[in-house]
């Protein structure tokens, strides 16, 4: 076991009205704690799902775990091969190299804190992902990026099942 320990003086204070906000509806992402305002220790985001949206398609992190929590409403989280129902108060931690995915419950919202340790820098990531959104990139851009962001793409029968 290595112990990493973050390197940084200031305190990290991100207050709502000052957090930027990615996408609306039915994906926001309000960018919280990237991975240089924390020394590397994580980064954070929260992600506001509407009825039934697709949060993130499988995909899997080499060096970093991620954290889930349901602030509220019902999330449906891909680990591995199994397909868990998170609600509200719930906690997933998905450990580096194990495909995950999560998408708001058919019928439900979803609003969740997703934290990644150690950080990574990923608001450049969640900006390119709304730049695709707009149109501005094609999706294959992202495998340019993937390495950098720490974020593989791969299949799953299992998703794909639930999510088509």
Do not use: C, K
Not at 23 to 34: K, S
Not at 89 to 107: M, N, S, T
Not at 134 to 143: A, D, F, K, N, V
Request: zero cysteines.
């Amino acid at each position: 076991m290595s112990l990493f320990v973050p390197r940084f003086e200031d305190t990290a204070l991100v207050r709502e009205a000052g957090a930027e906000v990615v996408g609306g509806d039915p994906v926001a992402v309000r960018l919280l704690a990237d991975s240089s305002a924390t020394g590397g220790a994580l980064s954070s985001v929260r992600i506001t799902l509407a009825a039934g949206a697709d949060g993130a398609r499988p995909h899997v992190h080499h060096r970093s775990a991620e954290m889930f929590y349901l602030l509220d409403g019902a999330a449906e989280v891909l680990s591995g091969d199994d397909v868990v129902t998170a609600e509200r108060g719930d906690l997933i931690v998905v450990p580096p190299d194990r495909p995950h995915a999560f998408a708001a419950v058919p019928g439900a919202t979803a609003d969740l804190l997703v934290v990644i340790v150690p950080g990574v820098e990923r608001f450049e990531y969640f900006r390119h992902l709304q730049r695709i959104r707009l149109g501005e990139l094609t999706p294959e851009s992202l495998l340019e990026v993937q390495e950098r962001y720490d974020n593989h793409f791969l299949q799953s029968a299992v998703w794909d099942a639930r999510h088509r």
